[in-house]
């Protein structure tokens, strides 16, 4: 087999799996004649390992995907593979642009960490493409984000929280809960985790404000521009494919991670996401409970950073939180 891993030092999070490893899952799936020609490890993710592969008599290559072993996984970030594959029956309405999941074995009989492998979505992921066309058909592409994430949030669930559980029972549980899970995996660091329990107070305080959301609607997660694959060829941007839905939720769309990002930059080719998604609630509830998200988002953008290593801008989140909490405790 041709092999290329992506070589990461031994502390690095992720690590990658072995050639024989990656035998042993092929004959799993395709049968005990399968071989594996080649194994390339794909780097744009940065959770799970990733690895494209090409197999003797297939035309096609498939994706595997490898999750970090149980012992290295956050609290807040326990078993997404498995959410994920929880999420595919309610994502139905996008499945034409979603891989298609051939197999995923939680077993660990091959070895100790969850995998699943994956049809190839056509196309090239967005990062690399969207830059080809001028920055006058950028709108284009964000107005197909925005009808992508609309269908997403239109989908309806039976609790609040996780699409695999634990279930809550109203909106507020399900925000605290996450809040002080971040919180808990921020000290498991040795890094102050003060301002998130102040958040995870405010947002007890507020059941109230967090209970106006009494129907859980579909929370992506991660959906945003590094999760899409657009057209290799079109002389226009036309997305393919959307991909990694591990961080999906029942709750409040509003507390999406793609709300957040498509609402940073206005004034530019992202407000075109808004034609097509439809306006964001305006009232004083909806503002305050805007904050309560951004504080969640930060808590998370913390541990990612701390995660890839990136130790020099973990302060920055600690600035970027006193200022939500200046408004929240004002």
Request: negative net charge; contains cysteine.
């Given at each position: 087999?041709?092999?290329?891993?992506?070589e990461?030092?031994?502390?690095?999070?992720?690590?990658?799996?072995?050639t024989?490893?990656?035998?042993?899952i092929?004959?799993?799936?395709?049968?005990i004649d399968?071989?594996?020609l080649?194994?390339?490890?794909?780097?744009a993710g940065?959770y799970?390992?990733?690895?494209?592969?090409?197999?003797?008599g297939?035309?096609?290559?498939v994706i595997?995907?490898?999750?970090?072993?149980?012992?290295?996984q956050?609290?807040?970030?326990h078993?997404?593979?498995?959410n994920?594959y929880?999420?595919?029956?309610?994502?139905?309405g996008i499945a034409?642009l979603?891989?298609?999941v051939?197999?995923?074995?939680?077993s660990?009989e091959?070895?100790?960490?969850?995998?699943?492998?994956q049809?190839?979505?056509?196309?090239?992921p967005a990062?690399?493409r969207?830059g080809?066309?001028?920055?006058?058909?950028w709108?284009?592409?964000?107005l197909?984000?925005?009808?992508i994430?609309k269908?997403?949030?239109a989908?309806?669930g039976?609790?609040f929280?996780?699409?695999s559980?634990?279930?809550y029972?109203t909106?507020?549980?399900a925000?605290?809960?996450s809040l002080?899970?971040?919180a808990?995996?921020?000290?498991?660091l040795?890094l102050d985790?003060?301002d998130?329990?102040?958040?995870?107070?405010?947002?007890?305080?507020?059941?109230?404000?967090l209970?106006e959301?009494?129907?859980p609607?579909?929370?992506?997660?991660?959906?945003?521009?590094?999760?899409v694959?657009?057209?290799?060829?079109a002389?226009?941007?036309?997305?393919?494919?959307?991909?990694?839905?591990?961080r999906?939720?029942?709750?409040?769309p509003?507390?999406?991670?793609?709300?957040?990002?498509a609402?940073?930059?206005?004034?530019?080719e992202r407000?075109?996401?808004?034609?097509?998604?439809?306006p964001?609630?305006?009232?004083?509830?909806?503002?305050?409970r805007?904050?309560?998200y951004?504080?969640?988002?930060?808590?998370a953008i913390?541990?990612?950073?701390?995660?890839?290593?990136?130790?020099?801008?973990?302060?920055e989140t600690?600035k970027?939180?006193?200022?939500?909490?200046g408004?929240l405790?004002?």
């Amino acid at each position: 087999m041709d092999f290329r891993p992506i070589e990461r030092a031994s502390e690095a999070f992720q690590q990658s799996v072995t050639t024989k490893e990656i035998q042993a899952i092929c004959q799993r799936v395709f049968g005990i004649d399968a071989r594996a020609l080649s194994a390339t490890e794909l780097g744009a993710g940065m959770y799970n390992n990733t690895y494209l592969i090409e197999l003797e008599g297939q035309e096609r290559p498939v994706i595997l995907r490898v999750a970090p072993e149980p012992g290295r996984q956050f609290r807040s970030e326990h078993q997404l593979m498995r959410n994920e594959y929880a999420s595919v029956p309610w994502l139905a309405g996008i499945a034409s642009l979603m891989p298609r999941v051939i197999a995923a074995d939680w077993s660990h009989e091959i070895m100790g960490r969850d995998y699943m492998v994956q049809s190839l979505l056509d196309g090239v992921p967005a990062p690399e493409r969207i830059g080809d066309y001028p920055r006058t058909l950028w709108p284009k592409f964000f107005l197909q984000m925005g009808t992508i994430a609309k269908a997403v949030h239109a989908v309806r669930g039976p609790h609040f929280g996780p699409v695999s559980g634990p279930a809550y029972p109203t909106w507020s549980a399900a925000v605290v809960a996450s809040l002080e899970e971040i919180a808990a995996d921020v000290d498991s660091l040795g890094l102050d985790a003060t301002d998130l329990r102040e958040v995870a107070a405010v947002a007890c305080h507020d059941k109230a404000v967090l209970d106006e959301i009494t129907e859980p609607r579909m929370i992506a997660g991660d959906f945003w521009t590094v999760n899409v694959m657009l057209d290799a060829v079109a002389p226009e941007p036309v997305i393919t494919g959307v991909l990694d839905f591990d961080r999906t939720w029942w709750g409040d769309p509003e507390a999406d991670w793609t709300i957040y990002m498509a609402s940073k930059k206005p004034g530019t080719e992202r407000d075109a996401f808004w034609e097509s998604y439809g306006p964001r609630p305006s009232t004083a509830g909806a503002a305050r409970r805007s904050d309560i998200y951004l504080a969640r988002h930060i808590g998370a953008i913390r541990l990612e950073r701390h995660r890839l290593g990136n130790v020099d801008l973990v302060p920055e989140t600690y600035k970027e939180m006193q200022d939500v909490l200046g408004r929240l405790q004002a």
